[in-house]
Structure formats: C-alpha cells, structure tokens
C-alpha cells in the first residue's frame, strides 16, 4: 500500500468519501480557495458525488483523486474498495483482480486478490486477452515492417534482384537489418 492509498483510507475513516454496496466511491467533502498564499476550508455537502469517475488513460481501471493537504491523491478505485469492503489491507505481492474482466465493475462480490500469476493466467484463460509477452512480427507494436515486406525482402534477396544495401535504402533499414531477415536470425516465424 502506497502513501496516496494510506490517504485515501483516511478520508474514508473521517467521512470525506464512502463506499457503496455497487462498489462506486462518493465524495462528501469540497473543498474551497488553497490557491498560492492563501488559505482553504472544506465544508460537507448536502449531496455526495461520484469520486472515482476518472480512469487512467495507460490502464482504463477507475480512479479516486482527491486533493489533501495541498497535493492530488491518484488512487485506484477497486484497491480502495476491495480494502474498505474486506477491511484489510491488501497483502505484499499480490493484487486485485476483476473476475468479470470488467474494469470500471467495483462490485465487491466481482473483486478478488489474487497473485500476479493468477491475474495473468484469469485474463488468458477466463477473458482471452493475450498476454503483454514477446508478440512477434507485425503484431509487435514496435515493428517497422509488416509481414509482407519481410517475405519480399526475403524473395528478393534469394533472386539476387538487389543487394542487401539496395534492399535496406528501398525500405528504410539499416543494412544489417536485412541482413538479420534474410539469414532468418529475426522474423523466424514467417516461412
């Protein structure tokens, strides 16, 4: 658990936020001014509101993202729950899965902690979401050349209709480059 979770866990255990039987996080709390030399105050409001309504742009789960003490708090919103709801913490080395794979669905029967390997194995297996492992060819997001262009380099190159320098200044590559695909040391997968 993170210093922005401890925080957060607080303002739970003050009232400032709360959570649902759905698993969605609510505010009680606004706060007003704190801009540069001046001072903030808080008052409760008469209507909570949503506070996990942001979602990462990197990972698309929900996020908490309360101001405290000055600073932003960026909390995930399913630890949070998953914490308040067993009221434990969440053990070293292990992490909070979805198991409807559903990441915006807090509900606390649809959360579970389980180990890195376990959350890995629940998306190949349950969800069918391929891992972050080795994707090879243009499946890799880092690829410069697609599929087709290897197998021309490739034919080409057994032809003898260019050189591997010719071959490399056609398709934008490092001589070594196409080297490596027509002595088959990379792009091994395709025939």
């Known amino acids: 658990m993170n210093e ?74 399913h630890r949070i729950v998953w914490m308040i709801v067993n009221r434990r913490m969440i053990p070293d080395g292990l992490e909070v899965n979805h198991k409807n794979g559903k990441k915006w669905d807090n509900r606390p029967e649809n959360l579970e902690v389980v180990t890195r390997a376990q959350n890995c194995l629940h998306a190949g297996r349950v969800l069918g ?21 290897v197998r021309e380099i490739r034919r080409l190159w057994a032809c003898r209709a260019m050189t591997q320098q010719g071959l490399a200044d056609l398709f934008g590559l490092a001589q070594t480059t196409v080297s490596n695909i027509c002595l088959r040391q990379t792009w091994k997968h395709l025939e």
């Open 4 to 77: 922005s979770e401890c925080m957060v866990l607080a303002m739970v255990a003050m009232g400032w936020l709360s959570i649902d039987n759905q698993g969605q996080v609510w505010t009680h709390v606004r706060w007003n001014g704190g801009r540069k030399g001046g001072t903030s105050s808080m008052r409760m409001m008469q209507t909570p509101t949503r506070a996990d309504t942001g979602r990462s742009a990197k990972d698309g789960y929900l996020r908490v993202q309360p101001h405290f003490q000055g600073k932003r708090r960026i909390v995930a919103a």
């Open 129 to 149: 979401v391929l891992g972050k492992g080795p994707q090879k060819g243009e499946r890799n997001p880092g690829a410069k050349l697609k599929d087709d262009a």
